[in-house]
């Protein structure tokens, strides 16, 4: 068995965010980490709107990102300290849009170690040294500078290590151009470690210095902190500023400096009438300094996600007072970054990230302004109210499915294509997402026109115009013609003939107008003079096809006549016709090229379903060059300029749609009009049209069949997506002011103007708010009607939090003195009336071992709520499934799991229960039937038989409907650990558990009992598990690894329980395991990351099974399974030949990096198999030649099995 994995929709959270002019530009840049991708992203300052100018996986997880620029340059390198061993210095290039390894250098081994460097980054303020330590010991200190060419150069790293240290965190202090200082966070536990009684150490902020002279590192200063630290932020020095730094702590912030500079501390203010416990300390878990010739200002964010913003008073040098206001609250980021065009990014922690313009710098409200100087005993802190926005503006939403908490893949809104229910987030910023493959399409204009068209054309007036002039509207037997302007109003004297139906219109020539109708062809020149062409006899055409300089119509019977334009602007017949001999369908003529006067192809698909390709040289006119027979009668012919597998623009493609729903791609040689390398691909059920479009300033192919897609290049990348939008009937290109690249289209009787912003995306999504983390939901058959569960831990219930505000407003009036009492009652009731929402300013944190759950029902259609339930508090659920019992035929169940008073550590319950609902066939509510008591939490519930079994912690227990509660039939209390996943097939039971990998057993109902006869040798922390076939199983762990493991062929399942012990030691298994063992077929990493599901399923309409999985990063990938022996054998050589010429960014072995913790077996990288067609043309002929293929047709394969089993 062979898997190959690909990645359907990339990790969309964000771990590290830093700016910087990469592109050499004066135009800022972002450069983001998302865990094994790196991208650079750049905001437009015009639009707000976040283009992705590059993203590649790194081939290793990117653990710190920071950017140096050195002094006197204009442009930013990117650091990256990775799981690799070695610090990687990379430069962007702007012109091959690419990332350059410019320096790698080695320290260490490879993974994430605790004392290998690459957890900690610091950059020297002037570019002059990178500092890169590891969490415990070990510092390196490297050394930037120029040679004599003005090439970077690095120097061999000088060690700061310090034994039996804990780093956390590490800052470059801005010392101007004195000698590099760096400033560390440390814990020494030397002494706890050789004394059991020894007191916890204190945190010390110590002072690196970097001696360019002597070129060694000393440690300068070290100095003890009062409050345990997790943040420094650097302040800006030499001229800029006073030098030092902030140190956030536990409920302060304070700034230090060496010298004599004293400490300046203020407490971090705290939320007025918070339901928050006052003991619960707060930290502070982001920043970003923005820096200009005259001022600089810090923002902070604390973890309830309150922005402030931070000012230094400086005077001769010394910081007398340290000011802090409230800013704005946002969601609880990972990454703070603010441009100098006045934007602020945030990499949201969960969920959505933001792009927000800052409109005002909070200088001049109302807002109090809390100071250092302010008198304040001990232990207080300030006070402030959260508002909405006031300062800030949402400009951008990035979508972020991180994390994917739980995840399934059903066709329910009969769509044809199964979409993907995912439950994302985390806390009040949960969401149901509904994601369908297709590309997301913003409607501009919909406008109902009279009767129903059959056609539409966008026309400009001069080939020197950017925008279009016309919409032309072609009707069963009428034209209409729309000026566009300011608004789209019909017109008469354009020049285009209105009493008829049209073929064709378009700009010919510089400044003239086209227009093809079945009995003609008429000529529109600038002056309005018009010149027509009469088809002979009553013969009328049938096809046309017209580019800048060239027109070719083709008569009813096949007879073909070509026009073209002498430099007069007179369009001329040629001498000569050409007869077929078959009726012609369609044809096409592709843009004459750059600097040259016509196209020398004609494409011409004919009824004898073949297509040909004609000559319009001059030498050889109406000459066929080549044919390509085709397995359908042709639709629509489309011929557009595409990058080609080696990488250049110089590729034509032609597209031929075919009536029975294909669309074929062909390579058309530019030279000699060869047809080659044919690829296919089934878009519909309905005929395929074809008409060309331009997206970001090339030529794409909009091809419409059942669905509308669109084929175009983004990022070197051929795309073919479908439009989440409804079926259209004729399209155009189409351009204005207010849509510069847009599509006018048809659709029934309606005239729609549309626009493909999120181009590259693989899906569009529906998202609804939820209340909780979602934890699982199931689908219910009958109604496709989705049931969910959410909890949250620490967190108050609706209920429990109106009763504590309640509580704190009467605490308010009786604090309150007597003449304070009216008062203090009005600000209680506002108190009361006041509803910020969660989802922006959190929800308040109750304490340990307080959960809040709801059980909700949404419609699959768009996530809306049908109806919920709020469970009790510290009431937490985490189990749910669907059960027809046997004993109650006809009615369907749904049993819940819940826990009440669990503790996470170490874990405990007060008593856990299952719910049993009854659930209707319309699937839009539940009657409580009851519930039943549980010894330990129920994690696993599954239907098995007409009962249902029940993973009660480390129990696995068969029940059966009764009428006051569940009846326990059956128990196996030989599994080790937490029940995870229970499957079942026949009367096989597969369970995996916490820590012990998967147990397989039977069920033997004439002695009702379940008895374990196979289990797995290897240790696995089960996440997430899916049934493969009869025999074979495919689990996810905790560190990222997925596996497939098969009973072997000679598996006996019909094993005796052996109560007495008397059973034969040898038969025993080992270490008291089952006798048989399962066998690990495939193994497989999957790079920093978690799966937290696994299902086997289609992801295309009559496309065969595979596995996909969804992690905690935000990510979708798909196991495919290869059947051919020599398929395999060629991924396998082929993935190989890559690892050796496209070596990992980070300098990460690819093979270790797909074989952490075990060794990859049977299982490609797909991901990386399909960088081949970004490799540049030598490379890859030098592969192909390795394999005995050609490039064409290594290409070929890597498209085929995708889009045999995905997108």
């Known amino acids: 068995m062979h898997l190959y994995n690909i990645t359907l929709h990339r990790p969309s959270t964000i771990n590290q965010a830093v700016h910087g002019n990469f592109s050499g530009s004066k135009q800022q840049e972002l450069a983001v980490g998302r865990g094994r991708i790196l991208e650079i992203l750049k905001p437009d300052p015009q639009t707000g709107k976040v283009y992705t100018l590059l993203s590649v996986e790194v081939i290793g997880i990117i653990r710190a990102l920071k950017t140096f620029r050195l002094t006197g340059s204009t442009k930013d390198y990117l650091v990256i300290g990775s799981d690799s061993g070695r610090i990687v210095i990379l430069e962007y290039n702007a012109s091959k849009n690419a990332l350059i390894r410019v320096h790698q250098e080695t320290f260490g081994k490879s993974g994430c170690r605790r004392v290998i460097p690459g957890q900690f980054l610091a950059i020297d303020p002037k570019g002059r040294a990178v500092m890169i330590g590891a969490v415990e010991k070990q510092k390196l200190c490297y050394i930037m500078n120029r040679d004599a060419e003005a090439r970077l150069t690095i120097s061999s790293p000088l060690e700061a290590h310090k034994a039996n240290t804990y780093t956390y965190y590490i800052v470059g202090v801005d010392v101007g151009f004195e000698n590099p200082l760096f400033a560390c966070l440390e814990m020494d536990y030397e002494e706890m470690d050789a004394s059991a009684t020894a007191e916890t150490p204190s945190q010390f902020l110590t002072y690196y210095e970097l001696d360019l002279g002597l070129n060694h590192v000393v440690r300068k200063y070290n100095e003890a902190l009062d409050d345990t630290a997790n943040l420094l932020i650097a302040v800006p020095g030499g001229n800029d500023g006073p030098s030092g730094v902030l140190v956030c702590s536990e409920n302060y912030i304070t700034y230090k400096n060496l010298g004599d500079q004293p400490d300046i501390r203020v407490p971090i203010p705290r939320r007025r009438n918070d339901l928050d416990d006052p003991e619960r300390g707060l930290l502070i878990v982001c920043s970003a300094t923005h820096k200009t010739r005259s001022m600089f200002f810090f923002l902070v964010q604390t973890e309830q996600g309150d922005v402030f913003k931070i000012t230094l008073e400086v005077d001769e040098d010394m910081v007398t007072e340290m000011k802090l206001k409230y800013f704005d609250t946002i969601p609880v980021a990972s990454a703070l970054v603010v441009l100098k065009t006045g934007f602020l990014f945030v990499a949201s922690e969960f969920g959505n990230h933001y792009l927000y313009q800052i409109a005002h710098l909070g200088e001049n409200d109302d807002e109090m302004e809390f100071s250092s100087q302010m008198p304040l005993e001990e232990g207080e802190t300030f006070f402030f109210a959260p508002r909405g926005l006031k300062n800030l503006v949402q400009v951008e939403e990035i979508d972020s499915l991180s994390p994917i908490v739980t995840c399934q893949i059903a066709e329910l809104t009969n769509d044809d294509t199964p979409q993907i229910y995912a439950a994302c987030g985390r806390g009040t910023r949960s969401s149901f997402r509904i994601l369908k493959h297709g590309l997301e399409v913003s409607e501009m204009a919909v406008s109902e026109l009279p009767g129903s068209p059959n056609a539409v054309w966008t026309v400009r007036k001069s080939a020197e115009e950017d925008y279009d002039s016309y919409i032309i509207v072609s009707f069963v037997n009428a034209t209409l013609v729309l000026s566009i302007g300011e608004t789209v109003e019909e017109v008469t004297d354009s020049g285009f003939l209105g009493t008829t139906p049209t073929l064709s219109c378009s700009l010919i020539g510089d400044d003239a107008l086209l227009q093809v109708y079945p009995s003609g062809i008429r000529h529109i020149r600038a002056d309005r003079r018009v010149n027509e062409w009469k088809t002979p006899g009553k013969r009328s055409i049938i096809a046309c096809a017209v580019n800048q300089r060239q027109v070719c119509i083709a008569l009813y019977g096949g007879e073909l006549v070509y026009f073209e334009l002498d430099p007069s602007g007179q369009l001329n017949e040629y001498t000569e016709r050409k007869d077929l001999q078959t009726d012609v369908i369609c044809m096409c003529l592709p843009t004459s090229p750059e600097g040259e006067i016509r196209s020398r192809f004609l494409a011409v698909g004919l009824a004898d379903q073949t297509i040909r390709i004609i000559s319009l040289d001059p030498s050889d006119c109406l000459q066929p060059l080549s044919m390509q027979a085709l397995p359908a009668a042709p639709e629509a012919l489309c011929i557009v300029k595409m990058p080609g597998s080696d990488n250049t623009d110089r590729a034509l493609f032609l597209n031929v749609g075919l009536q029975n729903g294909v669309l074929l791609r062909t390579v058309l040689d530019q030279v000699t009009g060869d047809l080659s390398d044919t690829r296919s691909r089934y878009l519909g059920n309905q005929p395929v049209k074809l008409f060309k479009v331009s997206i970001q300033n090339k030529e794409a192919v909009l091809a419409m069949s059942s669905r509308t897609w669109l084929g175009y290049v983004y990022q070197s990348r051929y795309h073919l997506t479908p439009l989440s939008y409804e079926a259209l009937d004729h399209a155009s290109g189409f351009a204005s002011e207010q849509c510069p690249e847009g599509i006018v289209a048809i659709s029934s009787n309606t005239l729609r103007i549309l626009a493909l912003e999120k181009l590259g995306a693989v899906f569009n999504q529906q998202a609804a708010p939820l209340k909780y983390t979602p934890r699982k939901f199931i689908i219910h058959s009958p109604s496709s009607n989705i049931f969910m569960i959410e909890a949250d831990h620490n967190c108050f219930t609706t209920q429990s939090k109106k009763q504590r505000k309640q509580q704190m407003a009467e605490e308010m009036i009786q604090s309150a003195g007597e003449s304070e009492r009216e008062l203090a009652a009005e600000v209680a009731a506002s108190f009361l009336q006041e509803n910020l929402p969660e989802d922006v300013f959190g929800s308040p944190k109750a304490g340990p071992g307080m959960w809040a759950s709801i059980l909700r029902i949404l419609k699959p259609t768009d996530g809306s709520t049908v109806k919920h339930v709020e469970l009790e508090q510290n009431e937490a659920a985490f189990s749910i499934a669907f059960v027809r019992f046997a004993n109650r035929p006809g009615e369907q169940y749904l049993l819940l799991g819940t826990a009440k008073g669990f503790r996470l550590n170490p874990p405990s319950i007060t008593v856990g229960y299952v719910y049993t609902y009854r659930v209707p066939d319309s699937g839009d509510s539940f009657e409580f039937i009851h519930r039943t008591e549980m010894e330990d939490v129920a994690l696993a519930v599954s239907e098995f038989k007409g009962r249902v079994l029940i993973g009660v912690g480390k129990w696995l227990r068969l029940y059966d409907m009764g009428r006051k509660k569940l009846l326990k039939k059956c128990e196996n209390k030989h599994l080790t650990n937490k029940i995870m996943t229970i499957h079942s097939n026949g009367y096989r039971i597969f369970v995996t558990d916490v820590q012990d990998s998967v147990t397989f057993l039977k069920y ?131 993935e190989m030949h890559i690892r050796q010429e496209s070596p990992s960014y980070v300098g990460r072995d690819h093979l270790a990096y797909r074989s952490y913790y075990s060794p990859v077996k049977n299982v490609i990288d797909g991901d990386l198999c399909e960088t081949f067609n970004s490799l540049d043309a030598a490379k890859q002929k030098s592969i192909a030649e390795e394999l005995d293929r050609v490039p064409t047709e290594i290409s070929k394969k890597l498209e085929d099995i995708r889009t045999r089993f995905a997108f």
């Open 1004 to 1134: 033997k109902p004439v002695e009702n009992q379940m008895i374990i006869f196979a289990d797995d040798p290897c240790q696995r922390f089960c996440m997430a598990s899916c049934i493969v076939d009869y025999d074979t199983l495919a689990v996810t762990d905790k560190f990222g690894t997925l596996s497939v493991l098969r009973l072997p062929e000679d598996v006996n399942d019909q094993v005796e329980d052996d109560p007495t012990g008397a059973r034969a030691l040898w038969d025993r298994g080992w270490c008291n395991g089952a006798a048989q063992k399962a066998e690990l077929l495939c193994n497989y990493n999957i790079g920093g990351d978690m799966a937290l599901t696994l299902q086997k399923c289609t992801l295309i309409p009559g496309g065969s099974e595979c596995i996909v999985y969804t992690t905690i990063s935000g990510s979708i990938g798909a196991l495919l399974p290869i059947n051919m022996h020599e398929d395999a054998e060629f991924f396998q050589h082929l």
